[in-house]
T-cell receptor
Framework: GAVVSQHPSRVICKSGTSVKIECRSL??????MFWYRQFPKQSLMLMAT?????????EQGVEKDKFLINHASLTLSTLTVTSAHPEDSSFYIC???????????FGEGSRLTVL | DAKTTQPTSMDCAEGRAANLPCNHS???????VYWYRQIHSQGPQYIIH???NNETNEMASLIITEDRKSSTLILPHATLRDTAVYYC?????????????FGSGTRLLVRP
């Protein structure tokens, strides 16, 4: 079946640095990708929706200058956490939709720890 | 806001069927019902989805009521490895602006 791969799976960085997380669809073209963050014992919270070739749509309360999303191709979307701080530490998950509207796949998640 | 409501937690005995309910009373005609589960520190795993007919695959069965306002995920013979958080989601993939919102899910504990 289709696979969505995230990289890195774990990252530890110092406060003030920027971190990029990649989300790739391995055997299908993803016209839409969703980015989520998840805190311990909580559900997935939608951060933004990105469509290939256009700007991402951010959810209320999510700073677009803080969380830069680029969906430059049909197989790759990136989330960059800029000037990361300890409160940005979280589990980030991407989801990708195939061109067939019923196919929806999730990545393995990326755990960010900001020291 | 999430379009689904689920019980916070459930438990069942190993080897027995686990029946997880989901309410989606405001579902639209073009929205599918999807079920995923999440094991600690992993991404959600696809289980099954349906529109209006009941569905079955190697993992589970999905029963959707005739009015489509609720559904039940059935794990026919639960094992300890089925302990996870189960999410019921409605999704209309044909709309590129559609938001995929998660509810709080059901935490299923399978007891030995």
């Amino acid at each position: 079946g289709a696979v969505v791969s995230q990289h890195p799976s774990r990252v530890i960085c110092k406060s003030g640095t920027s971190v990029k997380i990649e989300c790739r669809s391995l055997d299908f073209q993803a016209t839409t990708m969703f980015w989520y963050r998840q805190f311990p014992k909580q559900s997935l919270m939608l951060m933004a929706t990105s469509n290939e070739g256009s700007k991402a749509t951010y959810e209320q309360g999510v700073e677009k200058d803080k969380f830069l999303i680029n969906h430059a191709s049909l197989t790759l979307s990136t989330l960059t956490v800029t000037s990361a701080h300890p409160e940005d530490s979280s589990f980030y998950i991407c989801s990708a939709r195939d061109q067939s509207p019923r196919e929806l796949f999730f990545g393995e998640g990326s755990r960010l720890t900001v020291l | 806001d999430a379009k689904t409501t689920q019980p916070t937690s459930m438990d069942c005995a190993e080897g027995r069927a686990a029946n997880l309910p989901c309410n989606h009373s405001t579902i639209s005609g073009n929205e599918y019902v999807y079920w995923y589960r999440q094991i600690h520190s992993q991404g959600p795993q696809y289980i099954i989805h349906g529109l209006k007919n009941n569905e079955t695959n190697e993992m589970a069965s999905l029963i959707i009521t005739e009015d489509r306002k609720s559904s039940t995920l059935i794990l026919p013979h639960a094992t300890l490895r089925d302990t996870a958080v189960y999410y019921c989601i409605v999704f209309a993939g044909g709309d590129s602006s559609y938001k995929l919102i998660f509810g709080s899910g059901t935490r299923l504990l399978v007891r030995p």
